[in-house]
């Protein structure tokens, strides 16, 4: 099946009709493909409907609607998330590891529900982040993470990045409210492809899958959700007003669910009797390397909603679902040497060279061991035989020493008196755990510095990734900050991986960083304890690098939220002549050291001022009000608390506005919040 090539659309009637069928044909394959599996036309010719679709949209722009396909990914990348509270807690599970403990659950619902017959939903635990899904009129409205259960941020757009996640609901009874729950993940192939490229790239790849679905969707950027290829299977329905007759049980639900476009997993059982429970989890023990996502367990459920009604809860966990956990992946390897890495800030790490082993799918080589303390605590020595786990967060660590595997001849490790890179001396300070280079230009320090400087929240400068890094410190060409800015097409172009394309490319990137704001060079610069929120706060107070690095420690410890330690870490940083002749060099070459006002002319009229806005404002975007109230040294927050100064209230500002007023919080409309930005500005 091809799509007709568009015809000449000469009315927004006529337009209207054709947009209300592309959208009918791409929902209904996007069912197929994601839902149901049961794709019928190729890749190309569903591009070629959403290409048509886009074309008539872009021609009537007043025919676009959020739940359009089109709209997956289209939004400017967000500033923060805002917060959210669960209309019902998503509660965790209690855990269990062995057949006697789950014969155990069995028994404690029958001291509550008596000797009858139970059935269960058995379900595979997927490795990957919870997400709430809430539809309005069979509209994706919200979508949520679990956050601490209680609240989560909104993550909608990011949600929408998501093609497994149906913008609209199809089928019959399409419920009225309805929020839906279930697991974000991952697939493998994605995971593996997504790591190829980085490491093309120069870039570190990301541990596991499990990490890579969560830090995409803590990006402010759905674009790069919708790169990544995310999937989700849903679980549960939390809230449902209308949509035919309620379901009586879990089966039931998960049925619902899928009549009405969600994607549930299809290895899902209802199983008669724990036996059955039992037998669905040792299958998958086996099965679990095979499939395309990771899992760590079984989620145990007991189908009647009646009786999990008479079960109830408890604080933390429902007592009528439990999670079978399978052992974390272990297995014991030889350590064949103790390295230490060199951080950006001088942090001397233990790293345990492994004779390499398969763990959980993969190979392992080495693991981290913290600090010489946590070294001294398990005893670890070279030629010792250790337990090497993979558990829930995929980082290989050390659980433990087999004493008895001990050759003779060890000896306890001495953590290195001298930095492994530079050889300066190893300083410890009083009251911490970690040794340290003290040497700035330490090459190791360099190189991480560097990859520090270049973060997209810091300079953002792309394509300055780990090899190339490397590359650039190793051959003498970057020795700080500022030779960056120095680089000829010549001297990158003689890099390995290194084009002419690409290396215009990275230059332009490089140039491109020179007018970055205030607070992102100061973030960039990687002062030590000095991370976003405090080099926000230092540009917008002072408005130069000069001025933060003439303030006293007292001025420093003015501004709120910058206490003894970081204002110490700052005096500390200034006060070293090099750094100061970085910052000389890098004025030179053009990076923008300062805010483009006179710091004299900043007020700072909302210092110490906790702000939250809320609903649409008519005269203003909310990343301007933000940007407004942080220049005045106010602070804008998601969430309304007792600490909260004003509450901004635009159009439909929702439950924000019922708790400030609950809280006695001051409420400002639009012109209440220009004439406060009059008064302090």
Known sequence: MRPASRPSIRSKEAAAKQIAGLRAQIRRHERLYYVLNAPEISDQEYDALERELRDLEAAFPDLVTPDSPTRRVGEQPSEQFESFRHRVPMLSLDNTYTRDELLEFEKRLQRVLGERELRYTA???????????????????????????????????NARAIRAIPLTLEGNDVPAR??????????RSRFERINEARLDRGEEPFANPRNA???????????????????????????????????????????????????????????????????????????????????????????EFAAQRELGSTSKFPRWAIAF??????????VLGIDVQVGRTGRLTPVALLEPVSVAGSTVSRATLHNEEEVARKDVRVGDTVLIEKGGDVIPKVVKVVPAARPSGTQ???????????????????????????????PAQLEERLKHFARREAMDIEGLGDALVKQLVQRGLVSSFADLYGLTLEQVQGLERMAERSGRNLLEQIDASRSRELRRLVFGLGIRRVGERAARLLAGRFGSLEAIGSASAEELEGIPEIGPAVAGAVRDWFGVESNRELLERLREAGVRTEEERSPAVVARGLEG?????????????????????????????????????????????????????????????????????????
Not at 130 to 146: C, I
Not at 178 to 187: K, Q
Not at 258 to 276: A, K, Q
């Open 412 to 442: 306890p490790w001495t953590p290195p008196q001298t930095c492994p890179v530079c050889a300066s001396a190893a300083l410890r300070e009083e009251g911490e755990v970690d040794r340290r280079c003290p040497n700035p230009s330490c």
């Open 325 to 334: 956990k399978y052992p974390a992946s272990q297995a014991s390897t030889r």
């Open 213 to 303: 679905a969560a830090g995409t969707m803590k990006t402010l950027d759905a674009r790069v959700v919708a790169e990544r290829g995310l999937d989700v299977y849903l679980y549960s329905i939390a809230t449902l007003q209308g949509g035919g007759a309620e379901p009586t049980g879990q089966w039931e639900a998960l049925e619902k669910l899928r009549s009405w476009g969600l994607r549930t997993n299809p290895t899902t059982e209802l199983c008669r009797g724990l036996d059955e429970v039992l037998a669905y989890c040792d299958r998958w023990r086996e099965l679990r390397d095979g499939l395309e996502y990771e899992i760590d367990g079984v989620v145990v459920k007991v189908n």
């Open 123 to 157: 379900e595979l635990k997927i490795d990957g982040l919870s997400m709430a899904l809430h539809y309005e009129e069979g509209r994706l409205e919200r979508a949520v993470t679990r956050g601490d259960g209680v609240r989560g941020d909104v993550v909608t757009p």
């Open 178 to 187: 309805l929020e839906a729950r279930g697991e974000v993940f991952l697939p």
């Open 609 to 681: 001022k906790q702000i939250v806005l809320t609903g649409g404002l008519a005269g203003m975007t909310r990343d301007e009000a933000k940007e407004a109230i942080q220049e005045r040294g106010g602070r804008v927050t998601s969430s309304v608390s007792k600490k909260t100064s004003y509450l901004v209230a635009g159009a439909d500002p929702g439950s924000k506005l019922q708790k400030a007023q609950e809280l006695g919080v001051q409420v400002l409309d639009e012109a209440g919040l220009r004439q406060l930005l009059d008064e302090t500005g």
